[in-house]
C-alpha cells in the first residue's frame, strides 16, 4: 500500500543531477515506510542541482537553489560557493565575497576560498 510510504525528497525536474531516482513501486518492492533524508543528504542534493545550474550557465537558478537551501538552515561551505560563482559571473562581487566568508567560517582550511576573497577585496568589493 503506497499511503505508508513517505519520501521526503525535492528533486522536481532535476532528479537526474542527485543521481538517483525512487519511485513509490521499487519502495513498496523493498518494504520501506519511510525515507527521510538527513542534512548531509539534502546538501548533496542543493549542491548538486545548484552545480548543474552553473554548468547549464543559469545563474540565477543557482543562486535560487542555494538560497532556497541555506533558508531550509544546510549550513554547507559548498552551497555559499556555488552562490558565490554565480554572484561572480552576474557581476555581483560584493554578495560573492559575502558569500565565501560564509563558506570559510564553514571550512576554515579553504585557502582557495580564502584567496578569492582576498581577491574580491583588492577590485574593492
Known sequence: MTDNILLYINLEE???????????ASLQALNFKEIQMNDEMMADMYYANSSEFLDDGDNSAAIS?????ISEGIEDARI???RAYAYIALGEGLKARLD???SLELDPSDSWVRDKINELKSKGY
Open 80 to 82: 555559499y560557493n556555488n
Open 65 to 69: 537553489e542555494c538560497s532556497k537551501a
Open 100 to 102: 565565501f566568508e560564509s
Open 14 to 24: 532535476h532528479a537526474d543531477a542527485a543521481g538517483f531516482c525512487i519511485t513509490a
